[in-house]
């Protein structure tokens, strides 16, 4: 076993010198979501319901080409990447059967990811619980084994899928994530986390359906993990983490009335089925659903529409062949029936609804429950039985939490389930961005705060202006950072998902090469995380296939930061000039205060950087990646000056986007040691050489390019006394979203000439 070479202390992240470590990360790819043998993305249909025969052993990548895309990445200033994988992709053949090509496939990527220092932690991704019911994440047969017939998802609406749908090109835009309240999400999340209680007929192999599922899913993960293990060169060093769950989901468990959407149910568009509706339409009755559009401000009623079966069934058949995949359904569960019926919740020969509250109580105890009973119970006796499997191949590795999205975090603050080596792990998105595609740059809503009772009416979360709507962002991060805190205690926070669409205005930026609007929601978001005293986050996401008419290949989504149809943000830095910088007391980049005295460095230090030669801009727009391609792709919003490491504590950071100035602010126990400096990644982009201004409290530092790690990364290192220490810089302003000609980057570096020269 290898040491660890990250440490959790309290909120912060360390290594092995004691140095605070941001986790500055991506999502790693989306890619990984859909299966490459054969290559069947979400609007794909041959063979789509041939899933046992499918092979994920190329995701998210190919071995050959992990490098370009880990160079990439890194030269982006990324450090931490959140590794996507999928139950299917280990066990898509059927119960215990493991791809270990796909395994063998995976070691050898995270080799490759070695090679450029990532800090990695894995995450078993689901969407809306598999493919087959319209997102990622389970293998084919686990909804065989809930009893429920994916071929008869379309007719009865049970789920919308992309794969299924008339015209794949058509599918309406975010409406995958409404399958959550959908006939079978609601179904098959009850039974993984709820089995036991309110399905206690579903039993197969002897075992309830919620300890089969999880017993399944949990021991998929943990063969990868022993694989890891024995590969010897990762473990700890590479995979610093397991993620718990991406975005669990309750069901049904705790819904009060089935019969009404409860009032916390934010998310309605197109045909927006109660409950019950969704357990009749899937039983083969018709019903008139109500129909939504989400606007501005949320959903609202646009209609009803008529669905209706013709009898057709979600269900399982009586004469389904279930010895298939070897497993032995108990006599007690029939197929060819409701689940719910046999339990007593409605009557299928009059269709009345008999137990409304039939998942509001605890069966046993008959109390009523909400969703933070069911985080507390439900989902901490997974995340337990998740975390204790894991530790046995790992032990002591870091385990990143992530309850259900927006809900309150389980009440495990001073409890043994409060542990020192447990990272709170949110997520969060903008809903009226994302869901709209529209950056609205005049107003926007708290809806964080809506959904904690913060205002007596929903006008008073509305933020006005986009000052206050970035605001706005940053104090909701904040708010659910302090919210984990209260809830689990004091344990990191990482925002493992975060990010924006990219075909924002029907597109506008791909026609034109304008990505000013992404340009703003992107820095927004950054500017938030910032500011949110966040320990990190991984931006979602990068994909390795992104195109301008597919997007993600996933449901019609489009938030990569990556595309095949766009310019890469050009190197500023000349190709061979990675060598390290000079500390001698005649560099510009060198300060006679090591000590607790204030310096900066001068106007006359300046002016030996600004010769006209440095001044070329030739530099800036060198780039082996360049195309003729329009559009950055919003890049320089999201490749952006961080701290990498930092002796002492992080007390604030952050990037002035507008004017290209850079802020930290620390405190240090000690002055540095000549070979631990503080180390900030600066994109050469923003802080071309011979083009940046900076002010420091005190010390020396440099600004060099470091190509330890596989990639050419800019860096500033600081050495600092102790005490609390300063730093600002200021590289080049430019235009946002748009790619400059050659005689627009020429002026503005007149301007950034004329601004040094006037201090000067």
Request: a negative charge; aromatic letters at 12%; glycine letters at 8%.
């Amino acid at each position: 076993m290898s040491s660890f070479r990250l440490r959790i202390d309290g909120r912060t992240f360390r290594d092995p010198h004691n140095r605070e470590v941001t986790l500055h990360g991506i999502n790693v790819a989306g890619d990984a979501k859909c299966p490459s043998e054969p290559d069947q993305t979400s609007h794909v249909s041959k063979d789509f319901f041939d899933g046992d025969r499918v092979s994920f052993y190329q995701r998210p990548f190919t071995a050959d080409d992990a490098p370009a895309h880990f160079s990439r990445l890194k030269k982006w200033g990324y450090n931490t990447i959140r590794y996507i994988f999928t139950w299917e992709a280990i066990e898509a053949a059927g119960p215990g059967k493991y791809d270990e090509d796909w395994i063998r496939h995976t070691i050898a990527v995270l080799r490759v990811a070695k090679q450029y220092g990532f800090y990695i932690f894995m995450d078993p991704h689901q969407d809306v619980w598999s493919r087959f019911s319209g997102g990622s994440g389970a293998p084919m047969w686990t909804l065989y084994a809930c009893g429920l017939d994916p071929r008869k998802f379309a007719v009865t609406q049970a789920a919308l899928v992309q794969n299924t749908w008339p015209k794949p090109e058509d599918y309406p835009k975010m409406i995958w994530a409404t399958n959550y309240t959908r006939m079978a999400c609601q179904t098959i999340f009850t039974l993984f986390f709820g089995g036991r209680d309110f399905a206690p007929k579903a039993i197969i192999d002897g075992k309830n359906i919620q300890d089969y599922l999880q017993d399944h899913l949990i021991a998929a993960c943990k063969h990868l993990a022993l694989r890891i293990r024995e590969a010897g060169d990762l473990e700890n060093d590479v995979v610093i983490g397991w993620e718990s769950m991406n975005e669990p989901n309750r069901g049904l468990i705790a819904w009060p009335d089935i019969s009404v959407i409860p009032s916390e149910q934010k998310l309605q568009k197109g045909p927006s089925p109660t409950a019950w509706q969704a357990i009749l339409t899937g039983s083969g009755r018709a019903c008139e659903v109500d129909t939504y559009e989400f606007g501005g401000l949320g959903p609202y009623k646009s209609g009803t529409t008529l669905v209706d079966p013709k009898g057709e069934i979600a269900w399982l058949s009586a004469d389904y062949d279930d010895t298939y995949y070897g497993w032995k359904r108990d006599p007690g569960w029939k197929l060819g029936e409701c689940l719910w019926a046999q339990h007593g919740l409605w009557n299928p020969s009059n269709d009345e609804l008999l137990r409304k509250d039939y998942f509001h109580r605890n069966p046993e105890t008959g109390k009523e429950m909400d969703y933070q009973y069911f985080t507390n119970h439900h989902f901490m006796e997974y995340y337990r039985k998740y975390r204790d499997a894991i530790r046995s191949i790992f032990p002591g590795t870091i385990m990143l939490c992530q309850p259900p999205v927006l809900e309150i975090p389980p009440s495990i603050k001073g409890t043994k389930d409060d542990d020192p080596n447990m990272v709170f792990t949110p997520h969060y998105y903008d809903g009226i961005t994302l869901i709209t595609k529209k950056w609205n740059r005049l107003w926007n809503v708290d809806v964080f705060g809506v959904l904690r009772s913060k205002y007596w009416s929903p006008a008073f979360a509305i933020r006005v202006g986009e000052t206050a709507i970035r605001n706005c962002l940053r104090d909701q991060l904040s708010a659910i950072r302090q919210e984990g805190e209260d809830y689990m205690g004091k344990h990191p926070c990482l925002f493992s998902e975060i990010g924006i669409p990219y075909d924002m205005d029907e597109k506008y930026a791909y026609k034109t090469g304008d990505y000013s609007s992404q340009v703003s929601a992107m820095d927004a978001n950054h500017f938030a995380l910032e500011g949110s005293g966040a320990t990190g986050f991984t931006l979602w996401v990068y994909m390795a296939t992104n195109d301008h008419f597919w997007g993600d290949q996933w449901n019609g989504e489009d938030l990569s930061i990556y595309s095949l149809d766009d310019r890469m943000l050009p190197s500023a830095t000349p190709p061979g000039n990675g060598s390290k910088s000079s500390l001698s007391p005649t560099s510009p980049s060198y300060s006679r205060s090591q000590t607790t005295d204030a310096s900066s460095v001068s106007p006359s230090d300046l002016k030996r950087t600004l010769t006209s030669e440095n001044m070329q801009s030739q530099s800036l727009r060198s780039s082996a990646e360049d195309t003729d391609e329009p559009g950055f792709r919003a890049a320089e919003a999201y490749v952006r000056p961080t701290p990498i490491v930092t002796h002492g504590d992080l007390q604030e950071s952050g990037f002035d986007l507008k004017n290209c100035s850079f802020t930290l602010k620390l405190a240090a126990p000690s002055a540095t040691a000549e070979n631990l400096p503080t180390e900030v990644f600066l994109p050469d982009f923003h802080f071309p050489q011979g083009h940046v201004d900076v002010d420091v409290s005190g010390g020396k530092w440099t600004i060099s390019t470091d190509e330890t790690e596989g990639a050419p990364v800019q860096k500033f290192r600081w050495w600092h006394a102790a005490g609390d220490q300063h730093v600002t810089i200021k590289g080049v302003k430019r235009r946002p979203g748009k790619v400059l000609s050659p005689e627009e980057e020429d002026g503005y570096l007149d301007q950034y000439r004329e601004r040094i020269c006037t201090v000067m």
